[in-house]
């Protein structure tokens, strides 16, 4: 993605400092999108098997109680 964008910027007459610096710019903020994904991600899996964890215990209890 750097490499795309600072050809690109380049060739169409950019200096050659200031293209480097928006390819690299452009790559780190699809990066930190990217962890921002993986980021949500985890937070909504550790949460749905915090309460798959906490739906079984809490089934085990009732069938306990029951016997």
């Not at 610096?21 to 937070?43: D, E």
């Amino acid at each position: 993605v750097s490499t795309s964008r600072s050809n690109h910027l380049a060739h169409a007459g950019t200096a050659h400092a200031q293209a480097l610096t928006s390819g690299y710019h452009l790559a780190f903020l699809i990066a930190a999108g990217l962890v921002a994904a993986a980021i949500v991600v985890a937070a909504v899996v550790v949460q749905s098997e915090q309460r798959a964890a906490a739906v079984t215990a809490r089934a085990g209890e009732l069938a306990y109680e029951g016997c």
